[in-house]
């Protein structure tokens, strides 16, 4: 089991060998569990804008992207996250309710998990969408 990690571990070392891209690979046991759990994160640190629609609904904050149609899920590093939460309630008025936005910032997958995430540096609200 442990060579089939390390293959893996090589493959994707080489897959993802630009300079722009950070690898973090993760092998951790979650307590008292026999079955452990790895993960390969491959961050792509170069910045960059993405025009699209900003989501919020029960926590998750999600970004679907206008140009290749793909959804994010958001992380906001340099943001309080209460105040993220009020300030896209009062703009939005509601849950779930698509706002037109601009977020600068860097990608972040989790290779075996398939999962996406837009790391924000910084964003701008362009258009509400809304009701005629």
């Given at each position: 089991?442990?060579?089939?990690k390390?293959?893996?571990?090589f493959?994707?070392g080489?897959?993802?060998s630009?300079?722009?891209?950070?690898?973090?690979?993760?092998i951790s046991?979650?307590?008292?569990?026999?079955?452990?759990?790895m993960?390969?994160?491959?961050e792509?640190?170069?910045?960059k804008?993405?025009?699209?629609?900003?989501?919020?609904?029960?926590?998750?904050?999600?970004?679907?992207?206008?140009q290749?149609?793909?959804?994010?899920n958001?992380e906001?590093?340099?943001?309080?996250?209460?105040e993220?939460?009020?300030l896209?309630?009062a703009?939005?008025?509601?849950?779930?309710?698509?706002?037109?936005c601009?977020m600068?910032?860097?990608?972040?997958?989790?290779?075996?998990?398939?999962?996406?995430?837009?790391?924000?540096?910084?964003?701008?609200?362009?258009?509400?969408?809304?009701c005629?």
């Amino acid at each position: 089991m442990n060579f089939i990690k390390n293959i893996i571990i090589f493959i994707v070392g080489i897959l993802f060998s630009s300079c722009s891209i950070q690898m973090k690979v993760d092998i951790s046991k979650a307590g008292k569990e026999v079955e452990s759990k790895m993960k390969i994160i491959a961050e792509n640190t170069k910045i960059k804008t993405y025009r699209g629609w900003w989501v919020y609904g029960e926590g998750q904050y999600i970004f679907k992207d206008e140009q290749t149609l793909e959804e994010y899920n958001l992380e906001f590093p340099n943001e309080n996250m209460k105040e993220l939460k009020e300030l896209y309630l009062a703009v939005c008025e509601m849950e779930y309710f698509p706002m037109e936005c601009a977020m600068t910032g860097h990608l972040k997958k989790d290779v075996l998990e398939k999962q996406n995430t837009l790391i924000v540096a910084n964003f701008e609200i362009l258009y509400i969408q809304g009701c005629e």
